[in-house]
Each structure stands twice: as structure tokens, then as C-alpha cells.
């Protein structure tokens, strides 16, 4: 069963605008991980938050958790048409990994 | 270059024609994994290892088999694959921070199509 779910599905925005996708998972985690999916490749790790963290910052990545809510929000800033891409969040129950339906991000140039 | 490797990256082949995807890792990593991704659906775990000789399965083991008899290899055997076993699968492998994986690095994948 899927842990994460992300929202929206999809998101399409303009070169230079904001993107930001959500995730809510169902239990609790130790780790939450945000993922990055271009079309038909493997996926590229982009962040992991601990369940103690609050807020994380990778260069135009910011990526908050609320244990408390169970949610995770992926903050892409100043986006650009290379971020066009599929985002995943990933939760580990124990040591399963469990990944959400993702959100495909589109940026227009 | 540190990199997970999968083979063959395409495969086709035909209802309970056995079949071996390779995997191997070359970064010294304890956990591996694998996953496959339908459409609307995500990724899910088939089956992880947390070290050599260690499995479990993950969220649809059903119809898959694998060993981990070296750190670098975790195969995925599929015994008599079966249509529905028609996917796009991932291996990936981590360190294991204490009891968790950390971030994972994936293989390019395997596009599967059983007719």
C-alpha cells in the first residue's frame, strides 16, 4: 500500500515562478525523502528530512515536515524548464520504503 | 563512478519463461531494494535487504524471488513471470544510517513486457 501521497498530480507554472507540492503519509516515519523522476529514468534522491526536523534547505529546495499533521510540503523557488520533472516523496515504515503516486511538474520556458 | 547497474535494461518475454534481472551496486552499500512502477500507482517495494543473506519482502513480493549472497549484487528472479508482472522496475541501494536506509541511489531501470 502507498505510504505518501503527493498533491497536486500535476502542476504546470512559468520559468521563474514558485512550485510547491505537497505529501501526506499515513504512520509514523523516522525519515521523510523527497525524489526527483525524469520521464522513464531512476530516481534521483533531493532531500531528506528527519522526524525531528522541521524545515531543510538545499539550495532553490526548501522541504518542511509536520509530524503532527503528517504532511510534507517540497518548496521549488525560481523554478527553471530543467525542473520540469516527476516529484516523489518517500517514507520509511521500518525499512520499507514507500513512495507516493508523485507530482509531475511542468515548467514553461 | 558510483552506480547502481541493472541488466537487461529492456526485456520481452513470453508467459512462465523464467527470468533474472541483475542488479549491482558498487558504493559498499548494506540496504538494496527493488521496486516497480505502473502508471497512477508509484513506485512499490517488491523486496529490500538490509545486509548479505538478509531479505524481506516489501509491499507486493507476490511472484518475485531474490538472494543477496554478495553486497554488491540483490537479483530480482521472476520464476513464471506472468502479464501483470509487465512494469518498469527499479533497483536502488543505500547506506543504512543505524537501523534506516538513507537516500537511496536507483538503477536506471528495467522495462519488463510479458506476453
Known amino acids: 500500500s502507498q505510504q505518501g501521497e503527493e498533491d497536486p498530480q500535476a502542476l504546470s507554472i512559468q520559468e521563474g515562478e514558485n512550485a510547491t507540492m505537497n505529501c501526506s503519509y499515513k504512520t509514523s516515519i523516522n525519515n521523510l525523502q523527497w525524489y526527483r523522476q525524469n520521464s522513464g529514468r531512476g530516481l534521483v534522491h533531493l532531500i531528506l528530512i528527519r522526524s525531528n526536523e522541521r524545515e531543510k534547505h538545499s539550495g532553490r529546495l526548501r522541504v518542511t515536515l509536520d509530524t503532527s499533521k503528517k504532511s510534507s510540503s517540497l518548496l521549488i523557488t525560481a523554478s527553471r524548464a530543467a525542473d520540469t520533472a516527476s516529484y516523489f516523496c518517500?517514507?520509511?515504515?521500518?525499512?520499507?520504503?514507500?513512495f507516493g503516486a508523485g507530482t509531475r511538474l511542468t515548467v514553461k520556458p | 563512478e558510483a552506480q547502481v547497474t541493472q541488466n537487461p535494461r529492456y526485456l520481452i518475454t513470453v508467459t512462465g519463461k523464467k527470468l533474472t534481472v541483475t542488479c549491482s551496486q558498487n558504493m559498499n552499500h548494506e540496504y538494496m531494494s527493488w521496486y516497480r512502477q505502473d502508471p497512477g500507482l508509484g513506485l512499490r517495494q517488491i523486496y529490500y535487504?538490509?545486509?548479505?543473506?538478509?531479505?524481506d519482502k516489501g509491499d507486493v513480493p507476490e511472484g518475485y524471488k531474490v538472494s543477496r549472497k554478495e553486497k554488491r549484487n540483490f537479483p530480482l528472479i521472476l520464476e513464471s513471470p506472468s502479464p501483470n508482472q509487465t512494469s518498469l522496475y527499479f533497483c536502488?541501494?543505500?547506506?543504512?544510517?543505524?537501523?534506516?536506509?538513507?537516500?537511496?541511489?536507483f538503477g536506471p531501470g528495467t522495462r519488463l513486457t510479458v506476453t
Open positions: 535487504s538490509m545486509n548479505v543473506e538478509v531479505t
Open positions: 518517500a517514507t520509511d515504515d521500518n525499512n520499507d520504503m514507500r
Open positions: 536502488a541501494s543505500s547506506f543504512k544510517g543505524g537501523q534506516f536506509p538513507y537516500e537511496q541511489y
